[in-house]
């Protein structure tokens, strides 16, 4: 089996005349844990959401699981099934409740029986402790376990890797820790993940690569305890010097 | 003392019975071919958007009076026989369509963006994203305004008389040229729709604060 699950290659994405991703290469290997840090209008955020293909690029290549994404919906769906997303807003379904939340995409897309896709939503939900909050509407529930609801919903799906899109930057501070404590615990369980988050704690804690973005482009990567301490490049430093100020 | 015998009644009962039917008609096939119409308003394909917003305009711009006139008088001028029953129902359903088609397209882009997106990326299809996640949120949304709707279209099938059908208006009419007592006979036919659009009205305004005091 191939060691790289998910690839970029001179990817480029354009945003009318805005120049979203600029030539972006990325290799995640199996189990790897990646954190993706930059100003706001980086393109991080951008750049995740392409492997899952919410955003299409105007040319390079992107290979997940050896699966070329085209704009093909074969290639699309595969994707999308492999890989699973959170989002800074959660997007649960607010009509459905926690577990139907977690029961329709295994049912529907993986074609499980209801039985079977109840045992994984409970599975999973207990995983992000919360399954006794199983019949509530997400309404009901706080921002943290909204959030972890969020993990528990993809993770339903079994996915390959998972991408969080500033799965905490929506949320209460005394909610921070529930839902980077899920996080941490899905990494030691070998998840394959890439996220966009300012925790530099988190960062520190579990990333194997921290990757720094500025206006579209990959300015520095590395293991976090070099990325930290001798960042190589000025506006690195810069951006380190703002964010951990303020922890 | 103003007063009417049996037959009045019976009358007036048949038109209020018709004015009913009339109403059922148009609502449930608007409520179909609006649905079609509101993702055809959505829908990635332009031809498709165009087709949809060209049906809202045209029917939202032109007096139900002259639908009903043009598919009674025009249909068989091309060619096509219709009865003034099916006259009515197909113009009616046309109306509704458009009506509900547009208001169901604000709800369906009222939804917030990242509910697609959350479908998007589990892998869900378009029928599964449209009638597990967007459509039931959005039908709940736009309730009051479908029920607003659904009372202008009672009063509109009044119209209907226009091609023959004896509905309530017209039977009113008709009963009033009889004992002549308008006065009488149209206040008793005004209670008649107030009693069955108000409950209407006032149901829909419940649930509109119903849904907005709603956690969900």
């Known amino acids: ?247 | 003392m103003p007063h009417l015998g049996i037959n009045e009644i019976t009358f007036l009962a048949q038109g209020l019975k018709w004015t009913l039917f009339l109403t059922a008609i148009g609502f449930c096939g608007g409520i179909v071919f609006g649905l079609l119409v509101a993702l055809g308003r959505v829908a990635q394909n332009r031809a498709l958007r165009m087709a949809a917003a060209g049906w809202i305009a045209v029917f939202q711009g032109t007096p139900l009076l002259m639908q009903l006139f043009v598919v009674f008088f025009g249909l068989p001028l091309l060619g096509v026989n219709v009865s003034a029953w099916l006259a009515v129902a197909i113009a009616l359903t046309a109306h509704a369509s458009a009506f509900l088609g547009e208001i169901w397209r604000g709800a369906i882009q009222a939804i917030p963006k990242g509910q697609s997106e959350a479908s998007h990326a589990l892998g869900l299809h378009y029928r599964s994203r449209m009638f597990d996640i967007i459509l039931p949120q959005a039908l709940k949304i736009s309730l009051p305004a479908t029920v607003g709707f659904l009372v202008q279209l009672l009063k509109g099938t009044s119209l209907a008389a226009i091609v023959g059908f004896i509905e309530l208006t017209r039977a009113g009419q008709i009963v009033s040229n009889q004992t002549y007592q308008p006065l009488f006979v149209f206040g008793l036919v005004g209670v008649l729709y107030f009693m069955m659009c108000w409950p209407l009205s006032y149901w829909g305004r419940r649930m509109e604060t119903r849904l907005s005091q709603d956690p969900r």
């Not at chain 1, 992000?128 to 376990?145: C, E, F, M, T």
């Open chain 1, 1 to 247: 089996m191939d060691d790289i699950l998910i690839r970029m290659e001179h990817v480029e994405k354009w945003y009318g005349g805005f120049h979203a991703l600029k030539d972006v290469n990325l290799t995640v290997r199996r189990g790897e844990k990646i954190v993706l840090c930059g100003p706001s209008g980086s393109g991080k955020s951008t750049l995740i959401r392409c492997i899952n293909h919410l955003e299409t690029i105007k040319s390079g290549r992107i290979t997940v699981d050896g699966t070329a994404l085209t704009d093909s919906p074969q290639a699309v769906d595969m994707v999308r099934r492999e890989v699973g997303m959170c989002f800074q807003q959660f997007n649960l379904f607010p009509h459905k409740t926690v577990l139907e939340n977690c029961m329709l995409a295994p049912m529907r897309v993986r074609k499980l029986t209801r039985e079977a896709a109840e045992a994984t939503a409970r599975k999973y939900l207990d995983r992000v402790r919360i399954g006794n909050q199983a019949d509530k509407y997400p309404a009901q529930l706080s921002g943290g376990q909204q959030q972890r609801v969020a993990i528990a919903r993809a993770l339903c799906m079994e996915p390959k890797a998972m991408l969080f899109d500033e799965p905490t930057s929506a949320l209460d501070p005394e909610m921070v820790k529930e839902v980077l404590d899920t996080m941490i615990g899905l990494a030691h369980d070998g998840m394959t993940m890439i996220c966009v988050t300012h925790e530099m704690g988190f960062a520190r804690q579990v990333a194997d690569r921290v990757i720094f973005m500025a206006e579209g482009e990959i300015i520095e990567e590395g293991e976090p305890n070099a990325f930290f301490r001798n960042p190589r490049h000025e506006r690195t430093r810069a951006f380190l010097g703002e964010i951990l100020a303020h922890h």
